[in-house]
């Protein structure tokens, strides 16, 4: 099977079964792995989940991990280009010879699974293929970030050496509940006996839910409000820095991406890298050095220019209103054009009022994703209007992405946000053929 053969076969799946949640709660996810010789089982594990955040925080423990010399595997999503970012081993994604060539060897075993318990999902057999390659590979640790909600995630399979969690807020409540108290259940069943959790939620009852879990699991709990403090922190152009003191150490912090919520997703990732193995643990020098080299492609990420662009993806209330928050802290008052696409399933009043200023302007656009429908652009535009926005309508990506840049001028700034699927398709527009991921050290 050739990888164009297989990603047409994982893409038709998604249909069957949008849900990273199975239909059997963990016993199809179970099967297929034990199926395939529980390559999840091989290697040590941090388990990363919350609302909002937790791609980053992953990204940044896995950052400081490859300081310290050691092979690490990366499990993020969703991909904005391939379906191979989602299994990386030192930052770079896996080969599409080698992703068609697990896949080709999984097949036998998706029957086998599918015969009792129904074909596996899109992202079941995605993660599947990410666990074997990490095993086959032999790394000393992975990072793996939750898919959605926690508890019946398919990830929650792994036995980890340290779990995060990094935020609570309104998002998928149709599966995971509609309070903050019920997704913060979900979340925090990740939880395992005598594993560290490192917790960033400091909103009630959605902290207290997390406290009351861990007690009861036996999993030591270490939240952020309590271990680490911040202070000294300076905005720069394209980075920022701050000085954190935690328990156990002092850190001087460069961090490469903008935004009051990366700094509290570094304080996460710092405080789960702390409760490692001393084994595994990297030190100060390494975690400040890894910090500094983190890239998220697509997340707070600005591009120099004329004007310049801005890429984060913000498909929830919390997401939005963080990006509005880092914005503000960043530009100040100055006045942005944001091209913005939601998904049909999201609060699309929530994300929109979020950026709802008098000087900001609307190109609402849409996307074309198999699967996931958008939002109308002129259902957002009947948003706008009640809001009081500037906005206009542009159903294709690109050629709003151009009347924004034309909007805003040669010294405006412009946002792309909403969707993974808008980012996804304009950031290479402005970047061209540069690559998404590279090998640094």
Do not use: W
Request: charged share 25%.
């Amino acid at each position: 099977m050739r990888f164009e053969e297989a990603e047409r076969y994982l893409l038709a799946s998604i249909g069957e079964n949008q849900s990273p949640r199975t239909n059997f709660g963990l016993e199809r996810m179970t099967a297929l792995l034990d199926a395939l010789g529980d390559p999840h089982l091989r290697y040590p594990v941090v388990h990363v989940a919350g609302t909002s955040g937790k791609g980053s925080t992953a990204t940044m423990i896995e950052r400081a991990l490859r300081r310290r010399s050691l092979r690490v595997g990366l499990h993020v999503k969703p991909h904005l280009q391939s379906m191979t970012e989602r299994a990386r081993i030192g930052g770079v994604p896996i080969s599409h010879e080698r992703f068609a060539d697990l896949f080709t060897e999984m097949l036998p075993a998706i029957d086998r699974v599918a015969g009792r318990y129904g074909a596996p999902s899109y992202y079941e057999m995605l993660l599947a293929l990410t666990f074997l390659y990490f095993a086959r590979s032999e790394v000393d640790i992975a990072v793996i970030e939750v898919g959605l909600g926690g508890r019946l995630d398919g990830t929650n399979v792994v036995s980890p050496i340290v779990c995060a969690i990094t935020s609570i807020g309104y998002d998928h409540q149709e599966i995971l509940g509609d309070t903050l108290e019920a997704i913060a259940a979900e979340k925090a069943g990740i939880a395992k006996p005598g594993v560290p959790l490192v917790s960033a939620v400091g909103e009630e009852p959605a902290r207290a839910t997390i406290a009351r879990i861990c007690a009861r699991v036996g999993a030591p709990l270490i939240e952020s409000a309590t271990h680490a403090r911040v202070d000294e922190i300076e905005v720069e152009e394209f980075a920022q820095r701050f000085a954190l003191r935690t328990t156990a150490e002092r850190y001087r912090i460069r961090l490469p991406v903008l935004g009051g919520f990366q700094r509290t997703n570094a304080v996460t990732a710092v405080l789960a890298l702390e409760a490692l193995p001393s084994a595994l643990r990297p030190n100060r020098e390494e975690i400040e050095a890894g910090l500094a080299e983190v890239r998220i492609p697509g997340r707070m990420e600005l591009i120099p220019g004329a004007p310049s662009v801005l890429f984060d993806i913000a498909h929830n209330e919390q997401k939005a209103r963080s990006l509005a928050d880092a914005l503000r802290e960043r530009f100040g008052e100055r006045p942005q054009t944001l091209v913005i696409g939601i998904g049909e399933s999201k609060d699309a009043r929530a994300i929109l009022a979020a950026f709802a200023r008098p000087r900001n302007h609307f190109v609402l656009t849409s996307f074309d994703a198999d699967g996931r429908p958008a939002r109308p652009p002129e259902y957002l535009a009947h948003i706008a209007e009640e809001l009081g926005v500037a906005h206009e309508c542009c159903a294709d990506p690109g050629a709003a992405f151009a009347r924004a840049c034309a909007r805003a001028g040669p010294s405006g700034i412009v946002v792309v946000t909403g969707s993974t699927f808008v980012v996804a398709a304009l950031r290479p527009e402005l970047l061209g053929t540069q690559p998404i991921f590279t090998s640094i050290g």
